[in-house]
């Protein structure tokens, strides 16, 4: 039987709470101040309106959940994407949309040759903000102007953070400021496979059956982020093939078809088998929304 110490609209709060380490009373408080933005968000028609909520939101969850200082750790939890990403990345001249702490970035620097490295956030570490070879910008991320272009854009769990208005403005944003052929990597989590944000206390069960009610205001799925892209302008969107650990190592430079992974979400028999396996209770074929694509 599921512990929930008390809170039975949390029936999962418990499995959450042990696997992200955080405790019940911190994700008590986070739901509901997720959960009251996540409203907000939805229903604000303005635009203007709307980033100042999500700089609000933000500056009231830091002080809830505090920031990740483990530098170390954090490079190195970036450390996988940037070898599964190594094809795209060399020699290339880099953004990362929403570069929180800089793990992507320094791990980045730490691994590979590029041309420059960029991040952009809304909030910068002060730590970051004289960094001697990473250039990081404060700034709002959905529509900032750069004065130039890059090779490779890199959005690591941004977009469903944002409500689909301001998704595809900040989609289209990217796409102009990327050279002629230029690619953006996206990796967010699979809505199929959810609810990814706190609304996990609710429903851990992997199953997709719940919509997030917190932070997430848009989880989505390869099917839809690459008809979006395609009607964007991408010419060309490609994904990595799903298996777990194997994707890191042995298949690291495969690209496949959207439409493999297509055909999966849109199947329910297979959709099925696919969140019916598990190790200890996890699901362990999630199909995280990974996505390359080209202009």
Known sequence: MTKNHGYLEFPDIHRYSVSEGLSEEVLVAAFKVEEHYHRLLLNEKN????????????????????????????????????????????????????????????????????????????????????????????????????????????????????????ADIHLKNIFNHLKPNGKLIIIMPNRLFGPWDVTRIKDFSQSGKLTAEGGHV???????????????????????????????????????????VEAIENNPILLRIFRSIKVYGVCQLKLPVTLIAQK
């Not at 799903?242 to 439409?259: E, N």
């Open 47 to 166: 635009f203007d309106k709307r980033v100042k909520l999500y700089d609000e939101f933000y500056s009231k969850l830091i002080p809830i959940y505090g920031r990740d200082t483990s530098l170390i750790d954090g490079i190195n939890d970036k450390d996988k994407y940037v070898k599964l990403f190594a094809k795209e990345l060399e020699n290339a001249s880099v953004v990362d949309y929403g570069s929180g702490q800089g793990y992507m970035l320094q791990s980045i620097e730490r691994h590979l040759k590029t041309k420059s490295l960029t991040g952009i956030d809304v909030v910068i570490p002060e730590s970051l903000k004289s960094h001697k070879t990473i250039r990081f910008i404060e700034s709002n991320i959905i529509n900032y102007e750069f004065d130039e272009k890059f090779d490779v854009a890199f959005s690591d769990n941004v977009l469903e953070h944002l409500v689909p208005e301001d």
């Open 218 to 260: 848009n989880e989505s799925t390869h099917t839809e982020m690459a008809n979006q892209l395609k009607k964007i302008g991408f010419r060309e969107v490609s994904t990595i093939l799903p298996i777990p650990k194997l994707k890191y190592s042995l298949f690291k430079k495969v690209r496949i078809k959207t439409h493999w």
